[in-house]
């Protein structure tokens, strides 16, 4: 069990959380939720350790296992797999141990750590972890690609997948969900719910935390509060919360002005006096209670296009892909304004592919793109963050973008994405993620474009500002292409789906539960694909005959009547070695004047020993022996 005791955590001399008192119990799923820049983080770093409460007591098992996602990976040559493997710390102590011992022919340490082995289903380890890498995105072919071969997010995925694999008592995970795909975060959202330990998680994807999250732990105003049940329950938990404290304050404050206009009128009379002072301590001893206070919101909205084309853009049999190879094609699609279409599709089947065609930032290898009179495409994808300016403020950015308009316009535009005061004037070199998003995503609507073109525009946003690019895009009255793994975005947003799959983009004729029994049935049928590739014979072993296969058997069958000799012996010899290891254990034995029986003992307990130790080193041999030998079906 995990317990914060009056616990009080600073960061500097800034107090994030004061006199936290609350109790995890095992197998505990916990959302960690509050306002970015609350301590959510050092949540996280104090219970890895790297952090200390400034008053307060932290308790928490010494023996638990606590895993969490690196922050860096560095560029090392081993295989995908291996690197994953390596997060089971205990699975790698073990095999270099069970090496050590073979070098070193320690028969009893081999058969002892074989089992340890079996204890923590060493033997699928690797399975485990080939399953893990397919879930979050990895083909077959990436298991023995070298990690430093691998991009930025794919080395986030790797790095998750090497967190998932260590088997934890404790797991934490911030925003695990960022560098995924849709399918990927389906996925997670399965495991994560079989998982058996206790589980902190970051996350602002409100179906993601829905689905797994038993409680909600919320930072606010420096105060945790833990809530049971979901997100929405928490939601709804708080909002009533709010709304009972901001009755009570409305009551307190009646009666605060009520007693203050007694102290004022009569406190000056002498007959009054007497009540006037009991009336002001009276005051003095309330407790007061504060307004209800919700974090600020978000406030924007997409500025109405200036023309609307219709259609907006059609395009009439395209294909498009890299190489002058097609990896989607025939594309038959006609954007009107007001359509919300949201891509669906497994990781690399080409969704981001179609949105830089839609872009104009891919050329097609065929067919015809018509585009509507006074097409305007706003695009926002991840990778223009990186065009942002480091050393020019928000308001820099929005004045180079239009110089026509007033300063204070821009700064009261810049206000409703929380870039207010100072921030609004800061460099943007070292904004979080966030902020750059954000920042990106104001650009962007400036331009008042008639088509919206958005390569998972959520990423690093918190569930402040989802909620409020929900709201504005439903009142966008331009079109909308979609790519995202927000579920709680899309469904909210789309009216429709197209599914890009198998080279092909056509329309999705169902929901997202749908989509997610699209991708089951497709693992499930990979899954099939792959265990009859592994058990159908090869050519060799189609080749043998009966007598072939006879003719094997009878070579294996000496030596498993030879094992089942040795093993038959090999306890008896246990039992004997056991009885004389604990008649030895009688002291009587070393004070008697016949040293005759002791010296017996010792001799049996040798020859036990000795026979043990040969035929230990022949059972070795054998398994070798039958290892080496084709298993015939």
Known sequence: MIQFKQLTLTRGSKILIQDASLQLHPGHKVGLTGANGAGKSSIFALLRGELHPEKGDLDMPASWV?????????????????????????????????VSAETNHQGELIAELHQRLTDIEGYSAKARAAELLSGLGFSQANLQQAVSTFSGGWRVRLNLA??????????????????????????????????????????HDRDFLDAIVNHIAHIEQQTLTLYRGGYSDFERQRAEKLALQQAMFEKQ????????????????????????????????????????????????????????????????????????????????????????????????????????????????????????KDLNIGYFAQHQLEQLRPDESPLQHMMKLDPQTREQEHLNYLGGFDFKGEMARSPCANFSGGEKSRLALALLIWTRPNLLLLDEPTNHLDLEMRHALTLALQDFAGGVILVSHDRAL????????????????????????????????????????????????????????????????????????????????????????????????????????????????????????????????????????????????
């Open 66 to 98: 606590v895993a969490h996602v690196a922050q860096e990976t560095p560029a090392l040559a081993m295989p995908a797999i291996e690197f994953v493997l390596d997060g089971d710390a205990e699975l790698r102590e073990i095999e270099a141990e069970l």
């Open 162 to 203: 090497r967190a998932l694999m260590c088997r934890s008592d404790l797991l934490l995970l911030d925003e695990p969900t960022n560098h995924l795909d849709l399918d990927a975060v389906i996925w997670l959202e399965g495991w994560l719910q079989s998982y058996r330990g206790t589980l902190l998680l970051i996350s």
């Open 253 to 372: 404050q009646r009666k605060v002005s009520h007693l203050q206009s007694y102290i004022d009128r009569f406190r000056v009379q002498a007959t009054k006096a007497r009540q006037a002072q009991s009336r002001i301590k009276a005051l003095e001893r309330m407790e007061m209670i504060s307004a209800a206070h919700v974090d600020s919101q978000f406030n924007f909205e997409f500025r109405a296009p200036i023309a609307a084309p219709d259609p907006l853009l059609v395009l009439d049999g395209m294909s498009v892909g890299y190489g002058g190879v097609a990896l989607i094609s025939n594309i038959e699609l006609a954007i009107r304004p007001g359509e919300r279409i949201g891509l669906l599709g497994r990781n690399g089947a080409g969704k981001t592919t179609l949105i830089k065609l839609l872009a104009h930032e891919l050329e097609p290898l065929s067919g015809k793109r018509v585009e509507g």
């Open 490 to 633: 899309l469904r909210a947003s789309c009216d429709e789906f197209i599914l890009v799959a198998d080279g092909k983009a056509e329309p999705f004729d169902s929901d997202l539960e749908g989509y997610s029994r699209w991708l089951n049935e497709q693992r499930l049928k990979e899954k099939q694909a792959t265990q009859a590739v592994l058990e159908k014979p090869n050519k060799n072993e189609r080749a043998l005959n009966k007598a072939e296969r006879q003719a094997r058997i009878a070579e294996r069958r000496p030596l498993l009547k030879e094992l089942e000799l040795i093993e038959r012996n090999m306890a008896q010899w246990q039992t004997g070695k056991k009885d004389c290891d604990e008649r030895l254990n009688d002291g009587a034995l070393y004070t008697a004047a016949d040293k005759s029986a002791l010296q017996q003992l010792l001799k049996t307990q040798a020859e036990f020993a000795t026979k043990l130790e040969a035929a230990e080193e022949r059972w070795l041999t054998l398994h070798e022996l039958l290892e080496a030998m084709p298993v015939l079906e």
